[in-house]
């Protein structure tokens, strides 16, 4: 409001300013005199003033046109004058409208459309690194790749669109499953942008798939030093690399080396159930127990699982079945109620041929969980404490269609694994791989090392031999609930097999 004051106070003076000076010009003598082919004029103080001012006028558009005269001219040779700015900012003009509505139409799904605006917008703006975008997404988008395909490569020729078209090109090739393609392409396209968030998973996808381990590690280390991983994560991913690079190693000679890289990924992450394994075989390769049990008992802690159960069973595999209850009781006693734990004593006893005890370890799993592998025991259980064959064979047959307990679950596709590995080996995903219960159990009995079947074949023929001393490193076979007898048994006696 005070700004707006001052400006018409300025202006009332300036008024006043004006026309106290015309008044004083009219009032005054004098003026100018002017002969002009012999006539003489002669003009007042006011009039020689809006002579003055006339006549500087004039001489401002006679510059003027003879400016406008040369910029014809100048144009009518071919220099850029600014008549031709002049079409040249209305050629931009609609150039820019016809690329926002390439950028509309592209946002809103019409392919086709967008790369009409995209070509006209070229038409008038000749500036590919924007056009040539769009008319790539567009092509995409309609499904003409190799209209895309050839954009992209046009976008390689421009050190400021480069990226663009390498990162296009990956993906043209992630889509048509040229992974060792777009593995170059990647590799390209991080060393252009080694920050790239997308670039850098991509590149270390697909080194893991290749098992270029050592590469991926090389990622993983630009990934911690960018800021687009925690140093957590990067600890745990860089020890499953690790770890993979170890189990990749076959050569005998290497072995050594295999160890000591597992031991390194164990220190990295203890929890990591694999690692830990594979570190304390290698300890035990190397005569060192008293590591490989202090390895085996802080993964324990983590997390029970049947492979650590193996790999303590690996340090003193020539000892009777008394003597391993024994000593697997600085394991048991870690996680006394954990599943694992239990399931794991109730087979040690098998093995001894304690069944009460046995029955006792497994509690109130058959109420609570009754998976495969709990039935199994307790058919076991029941062979061995002398019960009917079809009190044996009822247990069999629940576990024929009883879930399958704890196996590797996949935490993005929820596929299940048998064996632990880096990448799923359906959605490619790295590092997703968790022991837990699979959403949807499957039907068929398990058998190997995921049971840990230490017993329950030699309890088959318990009546006719001696029961064998088993070793839970070395998986036993699984019942025969498959036979054709076992079959026609529980067809024709399904209340006694319920």
Excluded at 28 to 42: F, K, L, P
Excluded at 203 to 215: H, I, K, M, N, T
Excluded at 266 to 282: C, E, Q, R, V
Aim: one cysteine or more; glycine letters at 6%.
């Amino acid at each position: 409001m005070l700004w707006s004051l001052i400006k018409i106070v300025v202006f009332v003076a300036l008024v006043a300013a004006l026309t106290l000076g015309a008044g004083y010009l009219m009032e005054s003598s004098g003026g100018v005199q002017i002969t002009v082919a012999g006539t003489e004029y002669t003009l007042g103080p006011l009039q020689s003033v809006i002579a003055a001012t006339v006549l500087v006028v004039l001489v401002w558009l006679f510059f003027k046109v003879f400016g406008l005269v040369i910029a014809v001219l100048k144009w009518i040779n071919g220099d850029e004058t600014a008549l031709s700015r002049y079409f040249d900012r209305n050629r931009e003009r609609k150039g820019f409208q016809a690329l926002s509505e390439g950028l509309m139409a592209l946002a809103s799904g019409e392919g086709r459309l967008a790369m009409a605006k995209a070509t006209k917008a070229d038409k008038y703006l000749n500036r590919p690194d924007l056009t040539n975008l769009i008319t790539a997404q567009a092509a995409e988008m309609v499904g003409d790749t190799k209209k895309a395909e050839e954009v992209y490569k046009r976008l390689l020729k421009d050190e400021n669109t480069r990226f663009v078209g390498v990162r296009g090109l990956m993906k043209q090739k992630l889509a048509t499953g040229d992974t060792d393609t777009a593995l170059k392409l990647a590799e390209r396209a991080f060393a252009i942008k080694p920050k790239h968030v997308e670039v850098q998973d991509t590149l270390l996808r697909l080194q893991a798939e290749s098992s270029d381990w050592v590469g991926a590690r090389k990622t993983l280390e630009t990934k911690l030093k960018t800021g687009t991983l925690p140093r957590d994560v990067f600890k745990r991913r860089d020890a499953v690399l690790a770890l993979s690079e170890a189990q990749e190693i076959k050569d005998d000679a290497a072995s050594a080396a295999a160890a000591e890289a597992a031991i390194k990924a164990n220190k990295a992450s203890p929890d990591l159930i694999p690692a830990a394994a594979m570190a304390a075989k290698g300890y035990i390769a190397q005569n060192r127990k008293k590591n490989a049990i202090r390895i085996l008992k802080k993964a324990w802690e983590v997390h029970p699982h049947p492979d650590l159960a193996a790999a303590f069973a690996a340090i003193e595999p020539n000892e009777t079945p008394e003597q391993r209850v024994k000593r697997f009781t600085a394991l048991t006693s870690i996680k006394p109620e954990h599943r694992e734990t239990r399931l794991l004593k109730a087979e040690l006893n098998l093995a001894a041929e304690n069944f009460p005890e046995a029955r006792r370890a497994l509690g109130d799993l058959m109420e609570s969980d009754p998976d495969a592998r709990v039935l199994a025991i307790m058919a076991a259980i029941e062979k061995g404490e002398g019960a009917a064959d079809a009190v044996v064979r009822g247990f069999l047959a629940k576990a024929l269609t009883a879930p399958r307990g704890p196996q590797w679950v996949c935490d993005n596709c929820h596929t299940i694994h048998a064996e632990w590995t880096p990448l799923c080996s359906n959605c490619g995903a790295f590092d997703t791989l968790s022991w837990t219960k699979p959403p949807q159990s499957e039907v068929v009995l398990p058998a190997g090392a995921e049971m840990l079947p230490l017993i329950v074949g030699a309890i088959e023929d318990h009546s006719k031999a001696p029961v064998p001393v088993a070793d839970p490193a070395k998986p036993a076979p699984a019942p025969e609930m498959t036979e054709p007898e076992d079959a026609e048994v529980i067809d024709a006696e399904p209340e006694r097999a319920k």
